[in-house]
Structures are given as structure tokens and as C-alpha cells.
């Protein structure tokens, strides 16, 4: 198998193969709130915390301020500071000089170095923004891309301003186009524990999942993906029809209508998905005034 890098993404890794291919520019790409830095400093500490090295290049907000943010979703990243973990923070607009002069020697300068580094641009987005020529803006990210993913896998992230009925954001196609591997973060804001997902839109050279996957927060581990396998075990889906017949069993029980068992009756008969029906069950008796106790 090629060589991978974990994400450090937890849930993430078995639907892209393991891994990022080494070399790589992804961008993550998300409205505001969806989860894109913590993705990002996830993916960096997992490098370092295996040995790797990590160089985080910020646009906007400087290094202090992004530990001190880290720190409150459970991450030292001080603890690393300019041990194995760099930061390049660049203020004011001077991307092109940036991308054409200084990265392009600070990556000469750590060619021969060994050890894996792991990249982070975040956010992107300035650079997006810093030219309105579509050419020009391509040249810049085409270059910050080709330029870093010298030093190892590259994770850029890339604010997005979808309109109604799009996929993904005009705004974004650029940076969408010229990376390796595109994974998108959304947010419902409706309510319940599983309104934020993750989707893969492209993964180069890589078989990727492509459902739309749930995930959470958890403070301390970072984004945690259901991405539950695709095939079910045989004795799984036997524990499943046992939750039918118990369910049945009490609908009876709270004399439940007849329509109200044939419908359970009828979701075991198609039920095949790789998880517990034992929510829906709770939310159809809810809907129908059945009170288990
Ligand atoms: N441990 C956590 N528990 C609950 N919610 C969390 C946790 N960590 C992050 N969040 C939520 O995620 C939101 C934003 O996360 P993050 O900063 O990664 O998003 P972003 O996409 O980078 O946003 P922006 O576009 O503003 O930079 C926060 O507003 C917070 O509500
Ligand atoms: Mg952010």
C-alpha cells in the first residue's frame, strides 16, 4: 500500500484509504463555524504528536491567539511552540512577496531535512481575496500549493459563501480546482447531536466514502466522524430484528394500532443500515402517543 498519513481525524482515515497521500494540498472548505480550524490543528497535532513537524502558516489571527483558541478545545499546542511546531503569520497583504520569495527559500532551507512536515494555511481565504484577477489568483494558489507540498501533506482551509441550490461556493472553485483532495464541512443548525457533517468531494488517487458523514465535537479529541463501515456483520443485524420484536412486542402491549405494528413490521423487512434502529423506533412511538413508561 502507499505510503499515508493519518488525518488524525478521527472516523476520517478509513474512508480516504487510510490516510493523505504524501505531497498533497487539501482544502477543507466550510462556511464560518463549521469546524475548519479545529480540523486543521487535529491534523497538525497528530503529526507532531508522532514525531512529525508542523509549520502553520496564519493569514489572520497570530500565533498567540491561536494556541490560546486550541487550548480551549483541548489542544497544547505550546507545549510544541518552536520545538516542532512553527508558525509563519503573515499581516497585511503581502501574499505575492510571501509566495514568490519567502516560502520558496524557507523550503529550500528545510529540503534535506528528514523528518515529515505537516502544513496548515489557515485560512486561505485572504489569499482568495487578494486579487480579483481569476489569473492572478491562480498563479498565487497554484504556487503556495506547488511550493509546500514539497515538505509534506498540506491541509488549506477556505471559507465559503454558498447561495441557495449550490454545491459549492463560486468563490471557492479555484483553490477547489487546483488541490488534491477537497473535504467539505457543513452545519444545520437545527438542533440534535448530529447536525454538523462531513463530505469528501474529491481525493486524488484514493477510493473515498461518498456519503455524507455526521460528526461531533469532543473537547480534548477534536472532530470525531461517524463514518460507520459500510458492510454489517451477519450477528449485527440479528441484534436489530431483536429490537423490532421487543418494540413490537411493547406496541402491543400499549395497544398500539395495528398500522402502528405493521409499519415497525415493515422498517425491520428493508432495515440494512450498519447502525441501531433504536432511535427511529423511540421517535415513531413518540409520534404515534405511545408511552414506554
Ligand atoms: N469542543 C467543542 N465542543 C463544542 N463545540 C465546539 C468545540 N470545538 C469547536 N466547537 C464549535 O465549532 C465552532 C467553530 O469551530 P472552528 O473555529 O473550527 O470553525 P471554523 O470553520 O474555523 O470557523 P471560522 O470560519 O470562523 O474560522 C465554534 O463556534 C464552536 O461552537
Ligand atoms: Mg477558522
Known sequence: MMNRFP????????????????????????????????????????????????????LEEKPKQIMEEAALMGFDMEKHYEESLFFI????????????????????????????????????????????????????????FYTVKNLGVVVATVEEHT??????????????????????????????????????????GTKHGEGVYPFIFVRGAGIVVRSTPLETKEEEKKDYSKVFDEAIETAKMLKAQPNVIMKIENIKKWWNYPYSPEEIIEIIFDSYGLKVR
Open 163 to 204: 447561495k441557495p441550490g449550490e454545491t459549492i461556493g463560486e468563490d471557492v472553485l479555484t483553490p477547489v480546482y487546483l488541490s488534491d483532495g477537497v473535504l467539505h464541512l457543513d452545519y444545520y443548525p437545527v438542533g440534535g447531536a448530529f447536525n454538523r457533517t462531513l463530505q469528501i468531494l474529491k481525493m486524488r
Open 89 to 144: 503569520h503573515l499581516k497585511g497583504e503581502n501574499f505575492k512577496k510571501m509566495i514568490e520569495e519567502q516560502l520558496p527559500a524557507l523550503v529550500k532551507a528545510r529540503s534535506d531535512y528528514l523528518i515529515k512536515t505537516r502544513i496548515v494555511v489557515d485560512p486561505l481565504t485572504p489569499v482568495i481575496w487578494a486579487t480579483d484577477d481569476k489569473l492572478q489568483q491562480r498563479e498565487l494558489i497554484g504556487k503556495l
Open 7 to 58: 488525518s488524525g481525524i478521527f472516523g476520517l482515515d478509513r474512508l480516504i484509504e487510510g490516510g493523505f497521500r504524501d505531497k498533497t494540498a487539501n482544502v477543507i472548505v466550510g462556511s464560518s463555524g463549521t469546524g475548519k480550524t479545529t480540523f486543521a490543528i487535529q491534523f497538525i497535532m497528530h503529526g507532531i504528536e508522532n514525531g512529525e513537524q508542523g509549520l502553520y502558516i496564519s
